[in-house]
């Protein structure tokens, strides 16, 4: 069968999901796209003799480089070659929604326009004359109800008729005739560049000084000439981009207002959103709502991920144990069987433990997303987001980065600049996960038994005070620019869908479970190795390789307090996952009893508490740094490990120096 | 005319948002904000100041809201200019 690839775009909120949903049905999957990180949904469904691969892109208001969402948008309209493009639009905001569709004609797309939501747009006294919209615009229309699902039926129709056309006349919007003549001559300077835009749009880009096509041109021959048109632009125009903005606006307005009506409406009641948004962005009590379910999320997560979490613990125990004797049975040799349990059934199943926490955690982000409050909550942190040189939207990811830093970083994908972005991962890895609270209790649980509720207090603080001030030193140190203060489209409030969040969620907690489940699995391997061999010395001991490794670390670590092998190490498994710390330790000391006996010789208090400090505060666990490469690159992974290495130790060393003296 | 911040609940008209910086402007003028809007403050300082146009909800910090300028809006419509 023939497929077509069509791809979905619009901005946030106009239903665009719900439509995705009603096309595909449950044929969906998260691609990756090669190069981008963001999570693609991408579904089929078949209509006729047409297979339709439909891709669906992260909402978007227009696709210049202003957010990393926009950049990606743009990125795969052009690779893509999409057969159509269907802009998903609120019809009671026609104007501001169909702002995105002169960009995708300027990028020469096959444009269906959606007139979504239209049941409400009718309510309020709007209708719009689609045959006048055809004859003026060059994309077809069709109107749907998403969420009753009216109007899809007709909207494959017009999305098969649209892909079978061969080409359709092209419109352009006039800049006016002095903008017309600077973007022809940038057209015939451009069109040798070799680039998968058509030459207009590279060249309206070009005058909008978008960095990504700047960079394009920088090194070619045609450069010195690009230069010289742009700083005519310069001249003549103080505001450039605010100009073409404008022309575009100003066509689109033109054009609604011929093809739309707006009767002038009866006084609306005051809503419910109104009325729940005075009190959650209430200057008092809005912050103390959003402490209410910070409290409640952390509540859910770890008392009802608990109980889970024990019992696949005891799960992986269980299969540890029965496969060790399954092995034996067969005869396999020693080394194999040691691999088997003690490292990819133990370690890989160390973190698998944190299944249900982390689901739990994505269960109730994508509540909180989906019923619009998450907007909110970006608004209520702002002023004190603002002060460190953070945006408001990053108190969320970095809330979630109690649970674990994983899913955080991920979630840092929301915020609108690549700035934000790099800042909020930056002081991410010091939030205290969970995968650290086994070593605090251990710990506490031999030295501070009775201030155990404060120490833990104390240590969740410092990871988050370290956290905030490496953001306040890097905003300084590398991003001059101003926050742009928060502006941003909130939704109306709406009950979640069960069965949504349960789906996201899954798919969420799916991506971490291949990701981690790959990288803790080599980890391991590796791991497992350093500690079997050379056989003489016995599984980690003082001679293996780790332990040999351990002692060649305790050097560094004796000003901090804890300069035996064993603390070595700790550490050095605690980089898979920090929950390792512990199993470690528990490991080379044979056993449980030995180890509480073993760490109370070992450790003072106060180097207890260091050593806790440097299992809070050094190297991001594998999983993290891997993460931090996926989402911001190499260079960042590199710098974010160096960093919370230095102040691991330099934090752990001072503690240790100025309190053994009391 | 006076500041956002400074507005109560109502319906007002955007009269200049030129205080606002490059980057706050366009993000406004993406959402659909422009000077000569017709707008519904439903939620005002203190916090974010919280108005509708055209049916859509937009938030503003308050260092924002101090840099967009309204005007209480006469009971008739006018047209955008």
Excluded at chain 1, 574 to 599: F, R
Excluded at chain 2, 8 to 32: E, F, H, M, W
Aim: hydrophobic letters at 45%; aromatic letters at 12%; a neutral charge.
């Amino acid at each position: 069968m023939e497929e077509k690839v069509v791809i979905l775009a619009g901005n946030p909120n106009t239903g665009k999901t719900t439509i995705f949903n009603a096309l595909t049905g449950l044929h969906q999957r998260t691609g990756n796209w090669p190069g981008v990180t963001v999570e693609v949904k991408e579904g089929f469904f078949t209509y006729k003799d047409i297979r339709f691969r439909v891709i669906d892109l992260p909402g978007t208001y227009s696709l210049t480089s202003f957010s990393e969402d926009e950049r990606i948008a743009r990125d795969i309209l052009v690779r893509q070659k999409a057969d159509a493009v269907i802009t998903i639009v609120d019809s009671s905001n026609l104007e501001r929604n169909l702002y995105l569709v002169t960009l995708l004609l300027e990028l020469e797309q096959k444009v269906v326009i959606d007139l979504n939501m239209y049941d409400i747009a009718e309510e309020k006294g709007i209708t719009v004359d689609i045959e006048n919209f055809e004859k003026i615009l060059p994309a077809r229309f069709v109107r749907t109800v998403g969420n009753k699902r009216e109007g899809i039926d007709e909207l494959k129709e017009v999305i098969y008729e649209t892909v079978r056309e061969e080409t359709r006349k092209a419109s352009r919007i006039n800049y006016g005739p002095e903008l017309e003549g600077i973007i022809a001559s940038l057209e015939n300077t451009v069109k040798d560049i070799s680039s998968p835009y058509p030459p207009r749009f590279f060249a309206v880009r070009l005058i909008e000084k978008d960095t990504d096509f700047i960079n394009r041109v920088s090194k070619t021959a045609a450069f010195g000439r690009i230069k010289e048109i742009l700083e005519g632009v310069d001249a003549h125009f103080t505001d450039i981009e605010d100009c073409l903005m404008d022309k575009r606006y100003g066509y689109i307005h033109g054009v609604t207002k011929e093809c739309s009506s707006r009767k002038d409406l009866i006084e609306e009641k005051i809503e419910l959103t109104s009325r729940l948004d005075r009190i959650f962005t209430h200057s008092f009590f809005g912050g103390i709502i959003f402490l209410f379910f910070i409290w409640l999320t952390f509540t859910i997560v770890f008392k009802w991920g608990g109980p889970f979490h024990l019992l696949l613990g005891k799960l992986f125990s269980f299969i540890a144990v029965g496969a060790a004797r399954t092995l034996h049975l067969l005869h396999f040799p020693e080394w194999s069987v040691s691999l088997v349990t003690e490292g990819i059934i133990t370690g890989v199943g160390s973190v698998l433990v944190f299944l249900p926490n982390i689901f739990l955690l994505f269960f109730i982000f994508s509540a909180l997303e989906d019923s619009g409050y998450m907007a909110r909550a970006a608004f209520v942190t702002d002023r004190l987001m603002h002060k460190i040189g953070l945006h408001g939207k990053s108190a969320i990811p970095m809330i979630l980065g109690f649970g674990c830093n994983v899913p955080a970083i991920m979630a840092t994908r929301t915020l609108e600049t690549k700035k934000d972005r790099i800042i909020t991962i930056m002081a991410l890895p010091f939030m205290s996960c969970s995968a650290r609270l086994p070593v605090y209790l251990l710990f506490t649980g031999i030295f501070f038994k009775k201030q155990q509720g404060t120490i833990l207090f104390s240590l969740y603080f410092t990871g988050l005070i370290i956290g905030l001030l490496t953001a306040r030193l890097f905003k300084s140190l590398f991003f001059r620019e101003e926050t742009v203060p928060i502006i941003m489209e909130l939704p109306p409030y709406h009950a979640p869908d069960i069965k949504g969040m349960l789906v996201s969620a899954w798919e969420r907690s799916f991506l971490f479970l291949r990701k981690a489940g790959t990288m803790i699995f080599g980890g391991v391997v590796i791991v497992w190795f350093l500690s079997y061999f050379p056989l003489s010395a016995g599984y980690a001991t003082e001679n293996s390789f780790t332990g040999i490794i351990g002692r060649t670390f305790s050097p560094v670590l004796r000003p901090a307090g804890f300069g035996f092998w064993q603390a070595g190490v700790a550490l050095l498994f605690g980089l898979i996952a920090k929950e390792l710390v512990v199993g470690t330790l528990a490991t080379v000391s044979g056993g449980t009893e030995p180890l509480l006996g073993g760490l109370s010789r070992l450790f003072t208090p106060v180097s207890a508490y260091a050593f806790m400090l440097m299992t809070l505060l050094y190297i991001p666990c594998l999983a993290t740094v891997a993460v931090i490469r996926q989402e911001a690159g190499t260079r960042w992974a590199v710098f974010a490990t160096a960093w919370s290495l230095f102040i691991g130790w330099t934090v752990a060393v001072l503690f240790y120096q100025v309190f053994r003296f009391f | 005319m006076l500041p956002l911040i400074k507005a109560d609940l109502g319906k007002y008209r955007i009269v200049s948002i030129d205080n606002a910086c490059p980057g706050a402007r366009k993000r406004l003028t993406l959402l659909g904000v422009f000077a000569g809007d017709e707008i519904e403050v439903i939620k005002s300082a203190p916090g974010p100041v919280i108005f509708k146009k055209d049916g859509t909800r937009i938030g503003v910090g308050q260092g924002m809201a101090d840099d967009i300028m309204v005007e209480k809006s006469v009971e008739r419509r006018t047209p955008r200019p």
